[in-house]
């Protein structure tokens, strides 16, 4: 079966500063990757996706995400963070059956 | 407008009343999701409808949660006897059909349900 785990529950940068979010995954067949973010009271937005045809994948807002199959990862970096990016990120798994699993989510904050 | 919509956007009730909860797709997206948000938690799968297939009810928490389709569009999830445990925010999410290719939901505003 498809899992994602998300490590770090809440991540705090300084504004400016690098931004990664760890998502591995646990998948028994070529996965389908996703980052969602959500803005506070606000719905999901799909931020970037994976599905194979390149393992660096380029998303909005200046994020990107590498797949690394000997790591089962692919977490999502920003080089600078701005204060806009304040919100909670994402990662998914398409599992075998079509749907999309969720990780628990990780809350980024970012200080002045 | 274009996007998903849900309705109410905010409902609260008493322990034990039955609720319904609103899902409106995008036009012509065949595949249909709810999601539980729980304060703190990340998104917990609930159900999925793809077109004329049976849903995948895998995810309801118990047999007070149902959900339907009808027509291939509008989604209603219905909570019977509710409980405080059932206060959170549902999501609704469509996406154009499964498969990773075309899999990008789209996700409603949700509805947050609170449980007096």
């Known amino acids: 079966a498809q899992s994602v785990t998300q490590l770090g529950s809440h991540v705090s940068v300084s504004e400016g500063a690098l931004v990664l979010l760890r998502c591995n995954y646990s998948?028994?067949?070529?996965?389908?990757l996703f980052w969602y973010v959500q803005y506070p009271n606000q719905g999901l937005q799909l931020l970037l996706k994976?599905?194979?045809?390149?393992?660096l994948v380029k998303g909005i807002n200046g994020f990107e995400a590498e797949f690394k199959k000997s790591e089962t990862s692919f977490h999502l970096t920003k080089p600078s963070a701005h204060m806009s990016d304040a919100a909670e990120y994402f990662c998914?798994?398409?599992?075998?059956?079509?749907?999309?699993?969720f990780g628990s989510g990780t809350r980024l904050s970012i200080r002045p | 407008g274009a996007g998903v919509s849900q309705s109410p956007s905010n409902k609260v009730t008493e322990k034990g009343k039955d609720v319904e909860l609103r899902c409106d797709p995008i036009?012509?997206?065949?595949?249909l999701y709810w999601y539980r948000q729980s304060l703190g938690q990340g998104l917990e799968f609930l159900i999925y409808?793809?077109?004329?297939?049976?849903?995948?009810k895998s995810g309801l928490p118990s047999d007070r949660f149902s959900a339907e389709r009808t027509g291939g569009s509008v989604s209603t999830l219905t909570i019977q006897r509710t409980q405080q445990e059932d206060s959170a925010v549902y999501l609704c999410?469509?996406?154009?059909?499964?498969?990773?290719?075309?899999?990008?939901?789209?996700f409603g505003p949700g509805t947050r349900l609170t449980v007096l």
């Open positions: 999410a469509s996406s154009l059909a499964a498969g990773a290719k075309v899999n990008e939901q789209f």
């Open positions: 998948s028994s067949v070529p996965p389908y």
């Open positions: 994976y599905t194979s045809a390149a393992t």
């Open positions: 998914a798994v398409e599992s075998s059956a079509s749907k999309i699993i």
């Open positions: 036009s012509g997206h065949t595949a």
């Open positions: 409808f793809q077109g004329n297939s049976a849903p995948d």
